[in-house]
């Protein structure tokens, strides 16, 4: 006998092989179940499975009700052939009249479903019989045989026929009674063949019924299917045109049920992705799509402060714009600054800059801020040279189309300063503000056409001024800054950069996407 340790260590191989059993019979009916199965398919499939069940089950009550009726006609009609069997023998079996009782069996034999009939004495003696029937003495037949009333009893037999065939027969069987005294016993054999044929026909006439009733149902099944999952389909086109970024999909078909305000309210939901991504699309032209992005993703977190952050901060203006716009017709100045404007936000794009606001003929753009950016000294610095050298292209063109050339002075500054909404809850303003903010703003203004200045603090940076080639300018006073501020002014970055800052200007003044 196996000791308890072995015992449990059997039950516990025996448990973790039905675990493993289980986990792979699920995999292999999950493998083979189609990834996607059509809900007009799920829907003929149940109506089809409900209509096919009701019929079957239709069926059976229809063919065992009919059995049964059959069958109480049989045994009706058995007792009463039996009955008056039984009362046209008494007297002859009283009277031992064995050639009159041949007559009485014999006249039964007119009745095609008849097999045989047999009179016996009380004592269970064969007076006469004609026809098949059951063998075996009566007293027998009686302990085999089922009481259906009326002092009758059924049997039933299988008779015997050519080539070795048998067929069902029930035999019906009654005392002979004279005066209350059991004279002897009537039987009476039926085949049946006719109730068994009946009953093959109803089967089959229902199985029939039932066939084609499934098939109708298939039909229908597929057709209802398919017209209840229409509008779920198009409701599945219409959620990927909207994923895709197509908010003016829309669904056409109205209908008044439950799908239809369903299509209603997922129409309206469309129009307001719609008006959403308007919105979006507007607010990220009047502010930078770093900053609407940030604001859009935190719409609850919205509020008037800023934090203290790492950055680097870019004036650039145009020289002598007040006079050139006095000379110029107003469309041609609108124009101008567009253009300009247009340049300068693309090659923002480039650095990663953020167009703080237009002042103006002025542009104010900021690195490092809202979005981290730890090269945000010198992205600041190789956007003001890509922005001077861009002016003297364009310059080019317009002194060729006979207009006036166009100079930008640019003021380059960095360090800690603050950024957030800045206002008032009514009407705020994301930006930056703070010294080194309103130092590069000063710095601008003391440059000179087509001059990009900077501190000597931000030029002996360690990992700027390796990058860069300027050249001391001087040191100048400055509102508000009692000490003179040493600055530079940067001429160029260093070759190893030019090569690349070459090749996207030529992009840009191409038309292409350098991004």
Not at 46 to 72: A, Y
Not at 231 to 239: E, G, K, N, T, V
Not at 463 to 482: C, E, F, M, P, T
Request: with cysteine; charged share 20%.
């Amino acid at each position: 006998m196996d000791s308890p340790s072995t015992q449990r260590s059997i039950i516990h191989r025996i448990k973790r092989w039905r675990v493993r059993s289980g986990f792979r019979l699920r995999r292999f009916v999950h493998d083979r179940l189609p990834e996607y199965f059509p809900i007009a398919y799920k829907l003929s499939l149940i109506i089809t499975l409900l209509i096919s069940g009701g019929m079957i089950m239709l069926g059976l009550v229809i063919v065992t009700n009919q059995t049964e009726l059959l069958r109480g006609q049989m045994d009706e009609f058995g007792q009463t052939m039996v009955n008056q069997v039984a009362e046209s023998s008494k007297e002859l079996v009283l009277s031992d009249d064995t050639l009159s009782l041949m007559v009485v069996i014999s006249n039964l034999g007119t009745n095609e479903n008849v097999l045989g009939a047999s009179i016996y004495s009380d004592n269970g003696e064969v007076l006469a019989s004609s026809g098949a029937n059951p063998s075996g003495d009566i007293i027998n037949l009686y302990g085999k045989s089922t009481h259906i009333g009326n002092n009758s009893y059924s049997v039933a037999w299988q008779s015997s026929r050519d080539a070795g065939t048998y067929t069902s027969a029930l035999a019906f069987i009654t005392p002979i009674r004279f005066q209350g005294v059991i004279a002897g016993h009537a039987l009476v054999s039926f085949s049946e063949q006719a109730l068994n044929e009946s009953i093959q026909h109803t089967i089959s006439a229902i199985a029939a019924a039932t066939i084609l009733m499934i098939i109708l149902g298939i039909i229908i099944a597929f057709i209802m299917g398919d017209r209840l999952s229409r509008p779920i389909h198009q409701l599945m086109d219409a959620s990927k045109a909207i994923g895709s970024g197509n908010y003016g999909y829309r669904i056409q078909e109205r209908r008044n049920d439950e799908i239809g305000y369903l299509t209603s309210a997922f129409n309206d939901m469309a129009k307001g992705l719609l008006e959403k991504s308007q919105v979006e699309n507007a607010f990220s032209r009047y502010v930078s799509p770093n900053v609407a992005k940030q604001i859009l993703s935190n719409l609850d977190s919205v509020h008037l402060g800023g934090k203290h952050m790492e950055g680097s901060v870019l004036f650039a203006d145009i020289v002598g714009f007040t006079s050139m716009s006095e000379k110029l017709p107003p469309d041609e100045v609108a124009d101008l600054l567009n253009e300009y404007f247009s340049y300068i936000s693309i090659v923002c794009q480039l650095y990663r800059g953020t167009i703080d606001k237009y002042m103006g003929d002025c542009a104010m753009i900021v690195f490092g801020i809202p979005d981290n950016d730890e090269e945000h000294k010198f992205n600041a610095i190789a956007c003001a040279v890509m922005i001077q050298r861009l002016v003297e292209t364009l310059n080019a063109r317009r002194i060729r189309d006979g207009k006036y050339p166009i100079h930008f002075r640019i003021g380059v500054n960095s360090g800690v300063m603050l950024a957030g909404n800045m206002g008032s809850p009514e009407r705020m303003q994301y930006t930056v503000v703070g010294e080194a903010v309103n130092l590069a703003s000063r710095l601008h203004t003391v440059a000179e056409k087509g001059q990009i200045i900077i501190t000597e603090p931000f030029y002996k940076d360690s990992d700027i001024n390796w990058r860069l080639l300027a050249q001391k300018h001087k040191s100048i006073h400055l509102r508000g800054i009692a000490e003179p501020v040493s600055t530079y002014i940067v001429n160029d970055i260093t070759q190893t950069y030019r090569t690349t800052m070459d090749a996207q200007l030529r992009e840009i003044l191409s038309g292409k996407s350098v991004a």
